[in-house]
């Protein structure tokens, strides 16, 4: 069985190669995992979450606040059924990937979760609201509801697609 030279380092000479992508490896570059030996580059923590540039993250930030403003009238103007709440975030949820070209990141996730609370509580003051006084202090909770619930929905759908 001839050896290799490894991939970092063509001085030395392996019989290993990594698990996951068959590169050749030496002592100095292998990992050990559960799974058997890896590279460096195949053993790092990974995540799910992508890269995403500034202007996909502001096209997800303007999909989802028109999705949430115009969805939050829609729940509000239904009385704000509870069934409607996390209906409402994944709406916000699904206009975000949409107009961010399906890019997932920290930032479209901010994002979308501030969208989604902004239209919420958007409902409680706009047209569909009490406007602001007393009166909004009696029915704040629901629009403030509808904010919380749907901007877990929303960033829950960013996050786990």
């Known amino acids: 069985m001839p050896a290799w030279p490894c991939v970092n380092h063509p001085g030395e000479q392996t019989f290993v190669r990594c698990g996951r992508c068959e590169k ?3 002592v100095r570059c292998m990992v050990d995992t ?5 590279c460096r580059e195949c053993s790092s923590n990974k995540t799910h979450l992508s890269e995403s540039t500034p202007l996909q993250v502001a096209r997800a930030g303007v999909g ?6 115009v969805s939050a009238g829609m729940v509000a103007q239904l009385g704000y059924l509870i069934v409607l709440l996390p209906i409402y975030g994944y709406v916000v949820g ?20 501030l969208s989604a609370l902004l239209g919420g509580v958007a409902t409680g003051i706009g047209p569909w609201g009490a406007g602001v006084g007393p009166e909004m202090l009696a029915t704040a909770m629901w ?6 619930v749907g901007a877990a929905v929303a960033v829950g759908r960013i996050r786990y697609l």
Do not use: D, M
């Not at 989802?64 to 403003?69: F, K, T």
């Not at 107009?99 to 920290?106: I, Y």
């Open 24 to 26: 050749p490896i030496c």
């Open 64 to 69: 989802a606040l028109l999705a949430a403003l």
């Open 143 to 148: 629009p403030f509801l509808l904010g919380v």
């Open 94 to 113: 699904e206009a975000a990937l949409w107009a961010g070209q399906r890019r997932r990141s920290r930032a479209i996730e901010v994002v979308t979760g």
């Open 34 to 38: 559960p799974v058997g030996k890896r």
